[in-house]
């Protein structure tokens, strides 16, 4: 079964204090893995799709991570704006449409 | 341009009564996804549909779930005969292609509360 685990559950940081986020998954072959934020009270929000080991991808103090076995969300020099949940999505090669979730990081990140 | 909307954005029902859920995909996309988002818990998927193909219903929890989409467009989610296990955010998204590695633009949600 596809298994998405993120960690950890929540982060507490200082404004401009460099962290990162985990994602590990298990899947029986993988064909892209996507990050997304959540603020409360709204649905998620794309932030970037990888699909292959080696890859990066960057999005203001995002930087986004894949291996074959984990993917990372590094936040470089964080503001209290990038206080949301972020969650990681697998799209496996099952044959299926669907995405499947972690439970996400909830970060808040102090002034 | 307008995003995914859904409606209504909160509703609370009895335990036992039927609920029907909307929502307006982005115009011109073709794949329509139902994610259910319980609290503590990942976002679990619950349908899929491709423009004119056999929905997706894997993710369905049970018989009282169901859902149709109207013209390639709008979709209504109807949960029959509701329990308390039930209450959660329901989320919508859309995207323009539906294979599974186009992005998925989301709603903001039908937070469902059963009594």
């Known amino acids: 079964e596809d298994q998405v685990t993120q960690s950890p559950e929540a982060l507490r940081l200082q404004e401009g204090e460099s962290s990162s986020l985990n994602c590990s998954y298990t899947v029986s072959g993988l064909r892209g893995l996507f990050w997304y934020r959540q603020d409360p009270g709204k649905g998620p929000e794309f932030l970037f799709t990888l699909y292959s080991a080696g890859e990066e991808k960057e999005k203001e103090r995002l930087k986004a991570t894949l291996t074959k076995k984990e993917s990372f969300l590094h936040i470089t020099a964080p503001k209290p704006e990038d206080s949301a949940t972020y969650l990681c999505?697998?799209?496996?090669?099952?044959?299926?449409?669907?995405?499947?979730f972690g439970t996400g990081t909830r970060l808040l990140v102090s002034p | 341009g307008a995003g995914v909307s859904q409606s209504p954005s909160n509703k609370v029902t009895e335990k036992g009564k039927d609920v029907e859920l909307r929502c307006d995909p982005i115009?011109?996309?073709?794949?329509l996804y139902w994610y259910r988002q319980s609290l503590g818990q990942g976002l679990e998927f619950l349908i899929y549909?491709?423009?004119?193909?056999?929905?997706?219903k894997s993710g369905l929890p049970s018989d009282r779930f169901s859902a149709e989409r109207t013209g390639g467009s709008v979709s209504t989610l109807t949960i029959q005969r509701t329990q308390q296990e039930d209450s959660a955010v329901y989320l919508c998204?859309?995207?323009?292609?539906?294979?599974?590695?186009?992005?998925?633009?989301f709603g903001n949600g039908t937070r469902l509360t059963v009594t």
């Open positions: 998204a859309s995207s323009p292609q539906g294979q599974g590695n186009s992005p998925l633009h």
């Open positions: 549909f491709q423009g004119n193909s056999a929905p997706d």
């Open positions: 115009s011109g996309h073709t794949a």
């Open positions: 999505a697998v799209h496996a090669d099952t044959g299926f449409q669907k995405l499947v």
